[in-house]
């Protein structure tokens, strides 16, 4: 574990982001480890220092503003280059997949393109709703961050190699289910929907309806 007391930001974008509970025990993790956190909303606030952690942006952080730091580190919920984009998780779920990559990687012009410094991955079971998903995903982001500050300044980063894909940007429509289909057949769909900003919902008879879901066994 580095002995050196770090300048590290924390930099989100988006306030509303399911990540901001996760981006907060991140940083008094690292503060237990001694080090100077800073976490900001505005890619312009950013301060000189030696890290910079870019968590679940949606902004492109402009190179003058990169280079005041050493490092400015994205993870990315896939194995890049394939799965580069918007929401891979909940398109990887969709797509049947139990387990979900991630990379941890240097933010460079060309969006999730940089040398990768680490990976890890997070195990799905299948019946996980998106706020479980989502409490595994913060997790693991969490234990990849703290590794790589651990290691600092050793971590040695590889180019990026093989075919590259690209997830497109989710919108409201991505949430609507085909009502002739079975539930079992929704349940992918109705898993990875945000009950309160993206809720599943379906046309039938003319109407619009909305469908939440939430596990008994969590009811309190």
Known sequence: MTTKKLLITLLMDNPGSWFVPHARELGRQLRER?????????????????????????????????ERNAHNIVIHASALPHGKGWSPTTWQILEGKHEIPLTLFEAVDKTDAGDIYDTASIALEGHELIDEVRR????????????????????????????ESFYPKRAPKDSELEPKKSLAELFDQLRVADNERYPAFFTHRGHTYVLKISKKDNEK
Do not use: N, W
Request: charged residues 30%; aromatic residues 6%.
């Open 34 to 66: 001694g080090h100077e956190v800073t976490v900001i909303e505005d890619p312009q606030d950013l301060p000189r220092g030696d890290i910079a952690f870019f968590l679940s942006c949606e902004q492109m952080v402009k190179r003058d503003v990169r």
């Open 136 to 163: 595994k995903e913060g997790e693991a982001i969490i234990a990849l961050a703290l590794r790589f500050v651990d290691a600092y300044p050793s971590a040695t980063g590889r180019a990026q190699t093989g075919d």
